[in-house]
């Protein structure tokens, strides 16, 4: 995509960001007729998916957003084969919650994050494009996270261009610990061993 500049990623999720997930693995995901359809691009698919797997557990959720929300998934300018299931989430996420689906932040590069390992993920990082709007809420919404890279360089984006990030939805949240924001660390020094 011409334009394109590689940001350095300057700003975290907010401490105060809500993180909602509906499993802690992905087989439940993946044992789903529609799933590998859905995961090719197949929008009817990703649909059934997730009005089958997870519109019970959004309605359950209603109280944690505030109609208005923007919910923004990351995906390709070009979405034909690729995931069709974090943008149908956010779609249904704005119907469920009155909010508004984002589709002009795109993702401007290809980082093949599906199974890859750790180090492959840090050094393949996602770059996004597309106007954000300046003083709104975003939701950031994507079916699984690892090590939730992906959904940190959207949230650095969409700070430094003046949104807000607010919450993210998930249906699976596969990384070692749940919280995108790392508690901080306290480390204590014995004097006499010093």
């Given at each position: 995509?011409?334009?394109?500049?590689?940001?350095?990623?300057?700003?975290?999720?907010?401490?105060?960001?809500?993180?909602?997930?509906?499993?802690?693995?992905?087989?439940?995901?993946?044992?789903?007729?529609?799933?590998?359809?859905?995961?090719?691009?197949?929008?009817?698919?990703?649909?059934?998916?997730?009005?089958?797997?997870?519109?019970?557990?959004?309605?359950?959720?209603?109280?944690?957003?505030?109609?208005?929300?923007?919910?923004?998934?990351?995906?390709?300018?070009?979405?034909?084969?690729?995931?069709?299931?974090?943008?149908?989430?956010?779609?249904?996420?704005?119907?469920?919650?009155?909010?508004?689906?984002?589709?002009?932040?795109?993702?401007?590069?290809?980082?093949?994050h599906t199974g890859a390992d750790p180090m492959e993920r840090l050094a393949?990082?996602?770059?996004?494009?597309?106007?954000?709007?300046?003083?709104?809420?975003?939701?950031?919404?994507?079916?699984?996270?690892?090590?939730?890279?992906?959904?940190?360089?959207?949230?650095?984006?969409?700070?430094?261009?003046?949104?807000?990030?607010?919450?993210?939805?998930?249906?699976?949240?596969?990384?070692?610990?749940?919280?995108?924001?790392?508690?901080?660390?306290?480390?204590?020094?014995?004097?006499?061993?010093?």
């Amino acid at each position: 995509m011409p334009g394109v500049v590689f940001m350095i990623r300057s700003k975290g999720f907010p401490v105060d960001t809500v993180v909602v997930s509906l499993f802690a693995q992905d087989a439940p995901l993946k044992a789903h007729p529609a799933y590998r359809q859905a995961k090719a691009g197949d929008k009817d698919a990703a649909l059934e998916l997730v009005i089958e797997v997870a519109v019970s557990w959004l309605y359950a959720q209603r109280e944690r957003f505030p109609p208005g929300l923007l919910f923004v998934a990351p995906h390709a300018q070009e979405a034909t084969g690729d995931n069709a299931i974090p943008q149908t989430l956010a779609s249904v996420c704005a119907a469920i919650y009155q909010g508004k689906p984002d589709t002009e932040i795109v993702q401007s590069d290809r980082v093949y994050h599906t199974g890859a390992d750790p180090m492959e993920r840090l050094a393949a990082r996602a770059q996004f494009v597309g106007r954000v709007t300046s003083g709104a809420e975003y939701v950031l919404v994507d079916d699984v996270t690892s090590l939730g890279g992906t959904l940190a360089e959207l949230a650095n984006y969409i700070q430094v261009f003046g949104g807000v990030v607010k919450a993210v939805v998930v249906l699976v949240n596969a990384g070692r610990t749940p919280a995108l924001v790392p508690k901080k660390k306290v480390c204590s020094i014995d004097k006499g061993a010093v």
